[in-house]
């Protein structure tokens, strides 16, 4: 018999292509401080928080700077970040996923959001999602960046479920390491060459997941 009672799912590569933003807005703040930032140097930086972000972005560019400094920078980055999601839609739900999410509710599965974003909800609001979750857990509740569980205990809480009734589905390594440290199981999303530690691997909710809904859900 079957125990997956509730699913946790990161937003940014998972139901939304958010990493090109990022990308965008960390790129702009780069060349303002004169170095480049790479396609390559942007995948450090998926599913860690803000500050890491920051973090990695001074080591990338040799710079020196105040606690003070990092979070301005940070901040600057979060206004462009901001306005560049402002005109996203409904159209960029990645494909099969509103779909997905859909059915696994239908099927009584529990749904809840584990984002390390603090604009998660300005985002699920921009894309008519926010109905789809039970519970939503973002880098407004929570205190320590991915791989750390904290993100997806506190999602199993608000589900009210023991972790071990969870699944986790993940784009980035730091998301699937938190799901792992958090006792779950984890559906990677992306590929096999880059994602390690995944009790299964999907290419997207596009394709036909009939075989993981049925190992993890269906009895
Ligand atoms: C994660 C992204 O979901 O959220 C990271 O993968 C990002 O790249 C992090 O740094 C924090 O996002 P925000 O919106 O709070 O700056
Ligand atoms: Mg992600």
């Known amino acids: 018999m079957n125990i997956i009672k509730g699913c946790i799912f990161d937003l940014d590569g998972v139901i939304v292509d958010t990493a090109k933003y990022h990308y965008l807005a960390w790129k702009r703040l780069s060349a303002e401080l004169g170095f480049d930032f790479t ?4 995948e450090r930086l ?10 990695i972005l001074v080591e990338i560019g040799g710079l020196s700077l105040s606690e003070d400094e990092k979070h301005f920078l940070a901040d600057k980055k979060n206004s462009w970040y ?4 402002s005109g996203m839609g409904e159209e960029e739900i990645l494909p099969g996923t509103r779909e997905f ?3 696994i509710k239908a099927a009584g599965i529990k749904t809840a959001l584990g984002s390390a974003s603090k604009n998660a909800g300005i985002i699920l609001a921009n894309l ?3 109905e789809l979750f039970d519970a939503i ?3 407004t509740c929570t205190t320590k960046a991915k791989p750390d569980p904290e993100v997806f205990l506190l999602g199993a809480k608000a589900l009210n479920l023991p972790a071990h009734q969870c699944v986790v589905f993940e784009d980035s390594q730091a998301g699937l390491d938190a799901a792992n440290n958090a006792g779950m199981l984890c559906v990677g999303v992306g590929s096999a ?3 390690t530690g995944t009790d299964f691997i999907i290419r997207g909710f596009d394709s036909n997941l009939d075989d993981i ?3 993890l859900i269906v009895q």
Do not use: P, Q
Request: aromatic share 4%.
């Open 39 to 42: 396609e390559k140097d942007n």
């Open 193 to 195: 060459d880059i994602l």
């Open 101 to 103: 999410i859909t059915r």
């Open 82 to 85: 901001v306005e560049y999601i």
């Open 213 to 215: 809904l049925n190992a």
């Open 46 to 55: 998926k599913g860690v928080s803000r500050m890491v972000c920051m973090e």
């Open 137 to 139: 857990i973002d880098g």
């Open 128 to 130: 008519r999602l926010l």
